[in-house]
């Protein structure tokens, strides 16, 4: 009964055994498969080709290299650079994090699958054999018991018995021993599992926790040069940080605006209130957010440098007439006397901040030029109150457009009108160029125009040497061809530091330049501004019919 008890649990414990290692071996096998096809990085390479071979490394690279090619004088070319630093770092921290994972749970779920899991099989193979060897022994013996009671050799048959009952114990034992083992071994193989489990989360936390950490030393980085930085949007940022930012009184996207149709737009009929091309006034909201110079393509439309100018006034976060004031302008241009309505609306106009006040004074010289023109663009102060006060001055009170608008309207033209109609006596604080330098800079550009000109003359006449002119303004050099005697470079020099470069050549090389990179031009004379770097976009080209006015936009700008 016992040997037979003994076979069966055996041969259940067989069946038990080989199901469930074959599972595990096969749950194994797939976790293994499965996270190796995670890996970015190539099994069992060497650290520095699998760290070369990252898609976070080419990544890396690529923005590198994007830096280098845009230059550190640019904000995206810096943080390209940043970037491509982190992701570099980004990537070294994968590669450590891909090695343990590869050496900590890889490597074991491997040895599981191909080599303990086969090591048990084999133990199962061998228990088999020890079944067969005990079930045989226990044949004979009982063989043998059967014969003592027919035989006549009792006493022989008896030690014959005896000693395969001592057969069939030996087996008996083997079989118990390698049963207990082989059970052994299965209950710890079957808790192989967990420790790669365990290992893979914590590796992927202390991975996480590591690429986080590169992630905020660099974000702050990033941020304070986006701060730094002076070329940002102007449209929706506060007047009072666009103005610092940038080092200006007037706010870039009013004053390029308001040059621009001073020079095409002034009797366009209907100004500021003809809608301009949504996507022309896009492309010019764009290029004024870049400040970029390259603006020559909107000169032949007015109403969308019109419509520019209104959706800066309007994006403002605050009114140009302020939030704070509001109140008070509604108050003053309810005053019924004439006199004493202009007296009160000149009294809050004084209350404006610096800067507001500044900004104001400049759009508000401009409309009241833009009104003298009115009968050619039909814009008196009256229309152009309409159309564009609703855009210096609303209510803070929540609502929408079209409310806030119908409630003010009526008050927001009875404050701008007469603003407009009395500019020089709101603003008397003498006469307006609309430029951000002085009167005498201008008048000093007229000059330099009539003198660099006489000087054209004069190298043109056989002249070959540089020559050189002083003034108590300015210093005038004239570099002059050794081959063709063409002048092919002017240094002015302004006093208090204030220095331009005016470069010539032929008109039919139109060519110049700066240090040792030429630039092609489309005509033989241009302007680099005094306080600009050594860029396209800072350089005008100009034709002589047009120096005078084309120098001091370029200047102004």
Known sequence: MISLSWSTSTFFLFLQIERRMELVRVVSHNTHKKMASCLQGHIGAEAEKRH???????????MMEGGNQLGEDSLIGKM?????????RLASELMQHELQIEKDVLDPLSQLAEVEIPNILKQRKQLAKLVLDYDSAKARWLQATKSIISGTNTQALTAKADLLKE???EAMNKLVWERSQLQDDLLVRRLDLIPPCLQLLEAQADYHRKSLTVLESVLPTIQAQQDSWIEKPAF????????????????????ACVMMLLETGMKEEGLFRIAAGASKLKKLKAALDCSTSQLEEFYSDPHAVAGALKSYLRELPEPLMTHQLYDEWIQASSVSDPDKRLQALWVVCDKLPKNNRNNLRYLVKFLAKLAQDSEANKMTPSNIAIVLGPNLLWAKTEGSLAEMAAATSVHVVAIVEPIIQHADWFF?????????????????ALVLCDLLLKYIIILHAGMCSDHRFESGFYT?????S???RTPNLAAVCFNKEVTSRVYMGKSNRNERLIGKKMLHLNAPFGILCPDQTHSDQNFFPIEIGGLYRSFIRSWSM
Do not use: W, Y
């Open 52 to 62: 070369k071979k990252l898609p976070l490394t080419a990544l890396s690279q690529a």
């Open 482 to 484: 050794k081959t063709d």
């Open 236 to 255: 929706g940022t506060a007047l009072d940080e666009h103005l610092k930012r940038s080092a200006r009184e007037i706010a870039l996207p009013m004053e």
């Open 167 to 169: 057969e069939v114990d």
């Open 428 to 444: 008397p604080e003498g006469r307006l160029c609309f430029s951000s330098h002085s009167d005498l800079v201008s008048t000093l």
């Open 80 to 88: 390209m650079e940043v970037c491509g630093d982190a992701e570099n």
């Open 476 to 480: 005038i050099t004239l570099h002059s």
